[in-house]
C-alpha cells in the first residue's frame, strides 16, 4: 500500500486549467481516469488527510504511485479526452458498464450492392443502418417476419445468395413472397436498394405514408375488382398495423429523444435507456455498473451519456436527451452532445407531462434490473458460501453464520415507531420467519431503546423456548410464565400471541413439522446502525445471559461495521460478498420496517369513530358520511334523521348516535399556525370520515427512518 504524500506534486506544479489525469499503479498501469475544470484544485483534493476520504477514494489513492495530467484548453476536450482514455486503458477504478455490447439491432447493410436485413451486436460499422437496441433477437425476428410481406428486403448470408445466384433457384423466402429474389435478378440493384430505404423509413416512424398508399392501392384493387389482389393488400395493412403496435404512441409530439434512468444503492447502479424515435419506444438498453467510486447521480449520467453516444454522430445522437439528474457542470456535456451531432441538444430533466411519466416507467425498469441484478446474484450457491466465510473471517466467527438475523427501528418524527426482524438462512432471505414489533416501552424517538426492548424481547421468547423444551432451566422459576416489562406472555401453553400477533410461547415445531416462531436461534445478529445500536443489542443480550451469539452492526454513511466494544470499525473491501451480503440483509430489514411504519399510519390517520360501531361496514359508512356530507353533521343529527339513510336501521341509528357522542372532541379545533377554529368540512376528511389534522405529517413532512 502506497503513502499518496510520496508521489505528491510539488506546489506549484500542478497547473490551474482544465485538464484530464491519470493515477498509475507501481506497475505503470493507469487505475483512474478523470477530467477536471482546474487540475491543481481536484487533485489537491486526493493529497488530503486519508481518515478524511471516502473508503472508495482511500484505496484508489493508496493503490497508485504516480500521477499524471494532461492539460487542455476547454472542457469539452477534457470530456472527449477522458472517454478515450477510459476506453483505451480501462482503469478498475473508474465507473465501468457491463454489457454494454450484449444487445441485439435491427441493421440494415445499406454498404453493400444488395442492402440486407439481419440481427447484429457488437461494434457498429460504417453504412450500416441500425435500429433499437432490443432486449431480445427474437423481437427484432418478429419485426422483420411482420414487414416482409410489405418490404421484401433480402435477409440471407451472402454463402446463401451466391449459391441461389449460381444455381438460378431463390430460397423459400423467394418462393413464398417475403423476399424479391435479387439473387435471381426478379428485381433490379436499384428496385431492392429502393425498397431497403422504404424499410428503414418505416422504421424510423415514417408510417402513415405507407399506410395510406396501400390503403389507396387496395380501394383501387376492389374497384378494379380485383378481390384477390385487393384482399393481399388488405393483409399487408394488417402486418403494418401489427408491427406498429408493438410500438405504442408514448409522445403524442412525435419526439425524437432518449431517456435515461439510474437506480442506485452504495455499491452498484443500474442504467436504463428508453430510444424513442417518433413518439415510439424504438430501442431499450441497460448496464449495471460497480460504483467503484464515489460519485453522484449526475456524474452517473455523464459516462452513461459518454457510453451512449461517445462514438455515435448525425441523427443517431437525438435532439432531446431527458435524464434525472444533470451533470456538474452541465455546460460542457451539452455542448460536446452537440458537436457530437451536429446540431443543437438539449439536455434536461422532464418536469411535467407525458414525457414525466414516461420517464417514471424507465425509472421501474431501471429499479426492476438492479433488482434483478442482485437477485442473481445471490442466487449463485458459491457467491452465497464464500459472502458467509468472508463474514465469519471478518468477525472472527468460529462458523460461517447460516441464520441471520438483522432488526431495524423505523418511524415518522418519533410517532408510531416499530421495528423489524428479517431472516437469512444459507444466504438467502426466509421470508416466512420475518417479524415485527411495535415500540411499547416508552413513548418518542430514541432508536437506541427501541433496539434494546425489540432485542429483549426477542430472545426473551428464545430462552422460553429452550425452558420449555428442557434445554435451559432457571431452578425456581422453572416451569413459571414469563412476562416482559409490558406485561406480555412470553412462556406459556401451546399457543399465545402479544397484541401484535406476535406468538410469545412456542414449541420447536408446529404439529405439521413447521419450526414455531421464536424457536430457532441465529450465529449473527446484525443491526441497522452504528456502535450506540450495537451496544444496544449487546447490553440487552448480555442481560439475559446470552453470549453465544454475535453482533454486529452495519452503519450506512459508510458501510463499516461496527462490533461491540470495539473503538474502530471493520471496514470489508468494496468487492467482498460478504459486505455485500449484509447490505442486502441490512436493506431488508429496512424495507420490512418502513413498510409496517407506513400501514400504522395509514390506518391511524383513516380512524374514525364509526369504526367502534358493531356491525357497520364500509359500504353503511360512506352511505352516511354521503348522506350528511360530514362527521360534524353526522354527529349533530338526530336518531330519526340518521334511520333515514338506506340500510340504517332504528338500533344502529342508536349505536351510532352513542358512538359519535362519546368521541365529541371537547374543544374546537385549531389551527395553531394562524390561530383560527377549523371547520370539518367534506374535503378535509380522510377515506374513513374523520377529518385529518392541519398538523398532521403525511408523506411531504417529516423524514422516516
Not at 692 to 704: K, L, N, Y
Amino acid at each position: 500500500m502506497a503513502d499518496p504524500s510520496s508521489y505528491r506534486p510539488k506546489p506549484g506544479e500542478i497547473p490551474d486549467s482544465p485538464g484530464v489525469y491519470r493515477f498509475r499503479d507501481e506497475h505503470r498501469r493507469v487505475i483512474y481516469v478523470g477530467k477536471a475544470k482546474s487540475l491543481r484544485q481536484r487533485l489537491a483534493n486526493y493529497f488530503q488527510d486519508l481518515a478524511g476520504l471516502h473508503p472508495r477514494t482511500r484505496s484508489m489513492v493508496t493503490t497508485a504511485a504516480s500521477v499524471e495530467w494532461t492539460v487542455v484548453s476547454t472542457e469539452v476536450e477534457a470530456l472527449q479526452l477522458e472517454y478515450s482514455w477510459i476506453k483505451e486503458y480501462d482503469p478498475r477504478f473508474n465507473v465501468k458498464y457491463r454489457d454494454d455490447k450484449s444487445y441485439p439491432y435491427l441493421a440494415v447493410t445499406m454498404n453493400e450492392e444488395y442492402p440486407r436485413v439481419q440481427v447484429m451486436r457488437g461494434h457498429k460499422k460504417k453504412g450500416v443502418r441500425y435500429f433499437g437496441p432490443y432486449a431480445h433477437a427474437w423481437a427484432i425476428r418478429d419485426t422483420v417476419d411482420l414487414l416482409l410481406r410489405v418490404f421484401p428486403v433480402r435477409t440471407c448470408s451472402a454463402g446463401v445468395f451466391k449459391n441461389a445466384a449460381r444455381t438460378g433457384r431463390p430460397c423459400l423466402l423467394g418462393y413464398i413472397g417475403k423476399c424479391s429474389a435479387p439473387c435471381v435478378d426478379r428485381v433490379s440493384a436499384e428496385e431492392h436498394r429502393e425498397l431497403a430505404d422504404e424499410f428503414c423509413d418505416f422504421m424510423t416512424g415514417r408510417t402513415n405514408t405507407y399506410i395510406r398508399r396501400l390503403e389507396k392501392q387496395m380501394a383501387e384493387a376492389a374497384d378494379d375488382m380485383e378481390y384477390e389482389r385487393a384482399a393481399r393488400l388488405r393483409d399487408d395493412i394488417g402486418a403494418l398495423k401489427k408491427a406498429m403496435e408493438k410500438n405504442a404512441v408514448v409522445l403524442a409530439d412525435a419526439t425524437d429523444a432518449d431517456l435515461i434512468a439510474v437506480a442506485e444503492d452504495e455499491l452498484e447502479a443500474a442504467v436504463q435507456i428508453f430510444h424513442v424515435r417518433g413518439g415510439r419506444v424504438r430501442g431499450q438498453r441497460g448496464w449495471v455498473t460497480d460504483k467503484v467510486e464515489e460519485i453522484t447521480t449526475g456524474a452517473l449520467v455523464e459516462h452513461a451519456l459518454q457510453q451512449l453516444y461517445g462514438e455515435e454522430t448525425g441523427d443517431a445522437v437525438p435532439k432531446e436527451v431527458l435524464v434525472p439528474a444533470l451533470p456538474d457542470p452541465v455546460e460542457p456535456v451539452q455542448e460536446w452532445l452537440t458537436g457530437r451531432r451536429g446540431s443543437g441538444v438539449s439536455l434536461r430533466i422532464p418536469q411535467r407531462g407525458d414525457k414525466k411519466a414516461l420517464m417514471e416507467t424507465v425509472q421501474r425498469n431501471a429499479q426492476q434490473a438492479l433488482v434483478l441484478h442482485k437477485t442473481k446474484r445471490a442466487s449463485d450457491l458459491t457467491t452465497r458460501s464464500r459472502a458467509l466465510e468472508e463474514i465469519a473471517d471478518a468477525l472472527d466467527l468460529d462458523s460461517a453464520p447460516l441464520r441471520i438475523e438483522c432488526y431495524d427501528i423505523s418511524h415518522l418524527q418519533g410517532d408510531d415507531v416499530v421495528a423489524s426482524m428479517v431472516v437469512f438462512e444459507d444466504g438467502l432471505a426466509r421470508k416466512s420467519e420475518y417479524r415485527r414489533f411495535q415500540i411499547k416501552g416508552f413513548a418518542g424517538q430514541d432508536d437506541v431503546r427501541s433496539m434494546h426492548e425489540v432485542i429483549t424481547r426477542r430472545f426473551r421468547r428464545y430462552l422460553a423456548e429452550k425452558e420449555k423444551t428442557g434445554e435451559w432451566t432457571d431452578g425456581e422459576n422453572a416451569g413459571t410464565p414469563e412476562t416482559d416489562g409490558n406485561g406480555e406472555i412470553v412462556a406459556t401453553g401451546p399457543t399465545v400471541t402479544d397484541g401484535n400477533g406476535e406468538m410469545v410461547a412456542t414449541g420447536p415445531t408446529e404439529d405439521d413439522g413447521r419450526p414455531k416462531k421464536f424457536a430457532y436461534p441465529p450465529q449473527l445478529v446484525v443491526v441497522d446502525g452504528g456502535a450506540p445500536q450495537v451496544a444496544a443489542a449487546r447490553r440487552a443480550m448480555d442481560e439475559l445471559g446470552i453470549d453465544d451469539i454475535a453482533v454486529c452492526g452495519l452503519a450506512k454513511r459508510l458501510e463499516e461495521v461496527w462490533l461491540p466494544g470495539d473503538d474502530d470499525p471493520v471496514v470489508l473491501p468494496r468487492t467482498s460478498e460478504g459486505l455485500y451480503l449484509l447490505q442486502r440483509v441490512r436493506d431488508e430489514a429496512h424495507r420490512f420496517a418502513i413498510t409496517y411504519q407506513r400501514t400504522k399510519r395509514s390506518k391511524r390517520f383513516r380512524s374514525s369513530p364509526l369504526d367502534d360501531v358493531p356491525g357497520l361496514g364500509d359500504t353503511r359508512k360512506q352511505a352516511l358520511l354521503k348522506h350528511f356530507g360530514s362527521l360534524k353533521k353526522l354527529r349533530s343529527a338526530t336518531i330519526d334523521q340518521i334511520c333515514e339513510v338506506p340500510g340504517i336501521g332504528r338500533k344502529t341509528a342508536e349505536t351510532i348516535a352513542v358512538a359519535l357522542a362519546r368521541s365529541a372532541p371537547a374543544a374546537p379545533a385549531v389551527n395553531t399556525a394562524t390561530g383560527e377554529i377549523m371547520e370539518e368540512e367534506p374535503g378535509t376528511m380522510g377515506s374513513s370520515g374523520e377529518p385529518v389534522a392541519a398538523g398532521a405529517p403525511d408523506e411531504r413532512r417529516g423524514q422516516e427512518t
